[in-house]
């Protein structure tokens, strides 16, 4: 492979891994129609556990509340404290991650080398349930998982809180 060609795949490489992507997973209760419901709460205060519905900036908090509110409302369902059909929570959950990052080295002919680093970082899992606020049971769940860029300006966390919420919500069924 001509030198230009190796450079080239190089950067794309570098700029593949620094735009980062969220994995979203989403699962629902193939017995429950969500999409029959019409009301929804968040959950209540007294049934939280000590790490619902908290991020670590309030203002994201507020910011990720509003979207969620926004994108329902959006797909026919109505908000309503008094007796909700489903209850909605989220949640924070970070780890540690090391990945091997393994890049082509220049070199002579078949003495082409691969320089290898060890990628430490922290990655974040947004978890957005939605429970059927009569029985008390899970019946929808999306998870989005990314690396978090903590070198992020404000601007882009606050771009990235709503976009992870709208990808999210893309697979919830609009109210019927």
Known sequence: MPWGRRLLAVVLVVCASACTKFEIKVDRDPSFDVARSATWDWVPI???????QRLPDPYLGKKLVATVTSILAAKGYRESPDNPDLWVNYRLLTDVRTDLD????????????????????????LVLDVIDAHNRALVWRGVA??????HASFEKR??????????????????Q
């Open 145 to 150: 998982s990314a690396r978090l860029l903590s």
């Open 46 to 52: 007294k049934l939280l556990g000590p790490i619902d």
């Open 102 to 125: 393994a890049v082509p080295a220049y070199g002579l002919g078949w003495w082409s080398n691969i320089h290898a680093d060890w990628d430490t970082y922290e990655r974040g899992s």
């Open 158 to 175: 606050a771009e990235r809180t709503e976009e992870v919420a709208r990808k999210l919500l893309e697979s919830f069924p609009n109210h």
